[in-house]
């Protein structure tokens, strides 16, 4: 069983478009997180939650809207999506917040 | 910033050669861990350290940290080529975010 899986793998979109990244998780963790890795391999947070609370936004356009319905999942909307936002987005999950965090396979949005 | 700088950016080894890959940082941290990204892949966790530890080993893995430095480093011995792949330095300090270094992307030749 996939602990924590991402839907869609590859994304390709025009710009302009809206379209949403499904993250879940099968460990029972209480915490989620959002990271964007750019071509340079650079990992950066953009959002973390703990019991769908969002207790981590750092600074991401208003255009994306993490939502978590409950602490299982946690997904991603982007609207309006740009040039720049073409890159591998990963969701992962711990048990708390400092301890390890298991990562999803990733989606690869590309943006044309 | 917390993020932690790593070096080398990259590092080519004949397979059955060591590797040593460094971490430095410039805050105070609760602990740092470090992970494996195979290419076209999602990060593993290989080891965790915390702050009071100075040494911690995992199989072929041995990472050290030294808090009066801000530095860690992860020694792989005896590579194989499976371990070809990107290793991540993560630090967890204030603000309980989990912030990734740079990366070194380690080849190791048959």
């Known amino acids: 069983d996939t602990a924590v899986s991402q839907t869609p793998k590859y994304l390709v979109t025009q710009m302009g478009n809206d379209k949403s990244i499904k993250c879940e998780q099968n460990?029972?963790?209480?915490?989620m997180y959002w990271y964007k890795q750019d071509s340079k391999k650079f990992l950066k947070i953009m959002f973390s939650y703990n019991n769908k609370e969002l207790i981590i936004n750092e600074t991401v356009p208003n255009r994306f809207s993490p939502k978590s319905p409950d602490k299982a999942h946690l997904n991603l909307h982007i609207n309006s999506l740009e040039l720049g936002d073409s890159a591998v987005y990963f969701c992962a999950s711990s048990p708390g917040t400092v301890t390890e965090a298991f990562f999803g396979q990733g989606t690869r949005l590309t943006v044309v | 910033s917390q993020q932690g700088e790593e070096d080398p950016q990259a590092l080519s080894i004949q397979e059955g050669e060591n590797a040593t890959m460094n971490c430095s940082y410039k805050?105070?941290?609760?602990?740092l861990q470090w992970y494996r990204q195979n290419s076209g892949r999602g990060l593993v966790h290989l080891i965790l350290i915390r702050s009071n530890e100075r040494e911690k080993h995992s199989g072929r893995l041995r990472v050290t940290l030294d808090t009066s430095k801000k530095s860690s480093s992860l020694l792989i011995t005896a590579s194989r080529a499976a371990d070809t792949a990107s290793y991540f330095c993560?630090?967890?300090?204030?603000?309980?975010?989990?912030?990734f270094g740079t990366g070194t992307q380690l080849k190791v030749e048959l």
């Open positions: 993560a630090l967890t300090g204030g603000g309980n975010k989990l912030t």
């Open positions: 805050t105070s941290i609760n602990n």
């Open positions: 460990l029972g963790h209480d915490t």
